[in-house]
Each structure stands twice: as C-alpha cells, then as structure tokens.
Nanobody
Framework: VQLQASGGGLVQAGGSLRLSCTVSERIFSRSVMGWFRQAPGKEREFVGAISWSGVSKYYADSVKGRFIISRDSAKNMVYLQMNSLKPEDTAVYYC??????????????????WGQGTLVTVSS
C-alpha cells in the first residue's frame, strides 16, 4: 500500500479531527500531496494540497481558515487538521499524491496515487 489514510470517525459539529496519511518514501519525497473528499451522492472534490517543501499550501474556499494541511518528512506522513467541523464536511476523505510535479492544484486528474479513504461523519 503506497498511501493509507486514517483518523476518520464521528464528531459533533464544531469539533476537531485530524486525519493522517502514511505515504511510501518513494512517493512522498517527490510529490505534491493533496486531500480530497466525497460526500454521499456527490462528486469527489478538492480539499487542499501542500507543496514538496511544505511551505506552500492551497485550500478550497469551503475549508479555508478551518482546515490545515501539514507534512512530516521524517515520518513520510501528511496530515489534515480539521477544525470547526460542520455537518456538510461529512464525507470520505482521500489523500493523494501528484508525483513528480510541483503543481499543487485542485484537479484530481493530476494526482497519480490515491489512498483508500477514511470516513468522517459530523453530527449536528
């Protein structure tokens, strides 16, 4: 398994949750890392992405100011800290890697590797 997301669960609105993504070293060291989500009955959408160095980050408007992406090069891990959660954040969350590119955009077609997804449920 090259990417594996974890940390999902049930949380009340207004609460916080941190998702983790374990990435193989070969992929992690040369990839923009992104997070996407897919709500029931909806298409998958971009959440955010982080550059190779971790310095640059890009977020969807719907999560800006509430979610924070980070990466730990010592552990080959990517995180999604989710704060002030809303019921509309309920979705399966996926981590993804855009291998060999420095473009950290929202187009999922640019991402080469995907984790299996972890379910986040936000109750009202």
């Amino acid at each position: 398994v090259q990417l594996q997301a974890s940390g999902g669960g049930l949380v009340q609105a207004g609460g916080s949750l941190r998702l983790s993504c374990t990435v193989s070293e070969r992929i992690f060291s040369r990839s923009v890392m992104g997070w996407f989500r897919q709500a029931p009955g909806k298409e998958r959408e971009f959440v955010g992405a982080i550059s190779w160095s971790g310095v640059s980050k890009y977020y969807a408007d719907s999560v800006k100011g509430r979610f924070i992406i980070s990466r730990d090069s010592a552990k080959n891990m990517v995180y999604l800290q989710m704060n002030s959660l809303k019921p509309e954040d309920t979705a399966v969350y996926y981590c993804a890697a855009n291998w060999g590119s420095h473009h950290y955009g929202p187009n999922e077609d640019e991402y080469d590797y995907w984790g299996q997804g972890t379910l986040v449920t936000v109750s009202s």
